[in-house]
């Protein structure tokens, strides 16, 4: 069975109300050319029922004496005949059969007696009640005809009719007169009437597109400037009371965006003096310790144990000092060093630390031939590589096996243009392309591809949206007998670094499939 294919249904609202003006106009156009029909075929009828009532039974009385009229003792026997209609029909029956039949053409004052009926005809004629009524029977030999029969004093009967054609002409002229102007004025209603609601949907139209510039609004952090303002109108009309209101909420919206930011910027001040005043402090606390450990005189294994744990310690909070005065200085913006750096150089290096740290882990690489330097802060993209490799190497299960992989893909292939083997990796730099923040140089040379993949567990599916936000930490969901860890700093540090040098970080994480792969714009590296 073909499925039923559904008319295309006006998707705006100006639309909609020029279709539905249209609709209503068509369906009052239609109820009242029917009614128009119908009253003057009801009015044309009965004029000619009347005519038929003055016939009479005379012409098909006639009809017996072939054709000849009786004589009205006028001297004039065929005078009745002149003033009978043209087209007027008379037949005589006998029994059911026709037994005479008579028809008044055009310029004959005399019956045409030579009438053919069909046996169908007959048999309609013979159908036709004696009741003196008018009735309609179609005749294949001369049309629809309005008949009347009547009992004859013979015990035959009487049929005289008028022909329907004149009718039927002058409706069906109705109907194509009322056609065309009801059509013309439909298609003239509907340009006027879109033109009229276009008009007068203005207002919503102008609070329509600054909703649209709103929504393309980047929201979610920094400064935010909002568009000018809806134009108001009537506020006693629909659309002066949807701008007015939309218009109140962009000035809250904006009054948050305000005190949001300026919650933020004065918790980054906070977050960077804080970080900044404490690292003296944690400094001197681990110097101290590692002073008091160095003492040559005996010293209680106690205090020794405790004087290691205060290092320690001490040395963890100074790197999270460190992590958190770094973070406050990428949100505000601050510039990071521009130089060319050999990112494969920096992948060996940081492979090979992770591969001391972690030696119950399998380190594998995947290096293309030529070295890839991109420009870029030497000491910051090697803490982003250090912190992917620490997070597969903390949250995955010893023998999981941990894949680096460096590679480049030209600009056409990022584009979407070129034609590299590899179509998902094609599609990814198409993907890059059109949404790095990298500038037109970097997006011109092509874009320096780094994953780390690990068949680990995976990323828990709740914990995937927000892996990059700040004191984000899953060690215990990935690893269970993980124990300790960091603050939750690793990742978005990561994210904070490669967004600072032009470039993106996604991850795609399934259960014994997790990668995750930064996007870094080569860019120009030969002024350094």
């Not at 009967?157 to 109705?174: K, S, Y």
């Amino acid at each position: 069975m073909r499925p039923v294919r559904r008319l295309p249904r006006p998707r705006t609202l100006r639309a909609r109300l020029t279709f539905g003006l249209v609709v209503l106009l068509a369906v009052s156009c239609a109820a009242v050319g029917l009614a128009a029909v119908v009253e003057l075929n009801g009015f044309l009828t009965q004029r000619l029922d009347e005519q038929l009532a003055q016939v009479g039974t005379r012409f098909p009385e006639s009809l017996e004496h072939k054709g000849a009229l009786p004589d009205d003792h006028d001297g004039d026997e065929h005078g009745d005949t002149r003033r009978l209609a043209t087209g007027t029909f008379g037949a005589r029956l006998l029994d059911g059969r026709v037994t005479h039949k008579g028809l008044i053409r055009s310029g004959d004052p005399s019956a045409d007696l030579d009438v053919g009926l069909s046996a169908a005809d007959r048999a309609r004629l013979a159908g036709v009640p004696a009741d003196g009524r008018p009735h309609t029977v179609g005749l294949s030999a001369l049309g629809d005809y309005r008949v009347v029969a009547s009992a004859g004093r013979d015990r035959d009967v009487l049929i005289a009719g008028l022909p329907l054609e004149p009718v039927q002409a002058t409706v069906r002229r109705l109907e194509l007169v009322a056609g065309i102007v009801f059509g013309l004025a439909l298609v003239v209603t509907g340009v006027a009437g879109a033109l009229w609601v276009r008009w007068s949907l203005r207002p919503l139209s102008r609070v329509a597109d600054t909703a649209t510039r709103v929504s393309e609004l980047p929201l979610a952090s920094g400064v935010v400037a909002l568009p000018a303002r809806a134009p108001e109108t009537d506020p006693r009309g629909e659309v002066g009371r949807v701008a007015g209101a939309f218009n109140r909420m962009l000035g809250h919206v904006e009054d948050a965006l305000t005190k949001r930011h300026a919650s933020e910027e004065r918790l980054r001040s906070f977050a960077a003096d804080a970080s900044h005043e404490l690292r003296t402090p944690v400094a001197s606390v681990r110097g101290h310790a590692e002073l008091a450990l160095l003492h040559p005189g005996p010293v209680p294994a106690e205090v020794t144990r405790a004087l290691e744990r205060i290092a320690a310690e001490s040395s963890r909070m100074g790197e999270m000092v460190d992590d958190l005065l770094l973070l406050a200085r990428l949100d505000a913006g601050r510039p990071l060093e521009r130089e060319p750096v050999d990112l494969t150089r920096l992948v060996l290096d940081a492979v090979t630390d992770a591969r001391a740290a972690g030696p119950d882990h399998r380190w594998t690489l995947d290096l293309p031939a030529e070295p890839v330097t991109v420009p870029g802060d030497t000491h910051r993209l090697h803490q982003v590589l250090a912190n992917l490799l620490a997070n597969a190497r903390l949250h995955t299960p010893a023998g999981t096996k941990v894949t680096v992989t460096l590679e480049t893909e030209a600009a056409e292939a990022a584009g979407g243009a070129g034609g590299t083997a590899d179509g998902d990796r094609s599609a990814a730099a198409g993907e890059v392309a059109a949404t790095a923040t990298a500038t037109a140089t970097a997006a011109a040379t092509g874009t320096a591809r780094l994953s780390v993949h690990d068949d680990g567990p995976g990323v828990p599916e709740d914990l995937r949206p927000g892996v990059f936000e700040r004191f984000t930490r899953a060690e215990h969901r990935r690893r269970p007998d993980a124990s300790g860890g960091g603050a939750g700093l690793g990742l978005s540090i990561v994210a904070a670094v490669v967004e600072a040098h032009g470039g993106r970080v996604v991850l795609d994480s399934l259960p014994g499939a997790t990668t995750f792969t930064v996007l870094l714009p080569l860019g120009d590296v030969s002024s350094g």
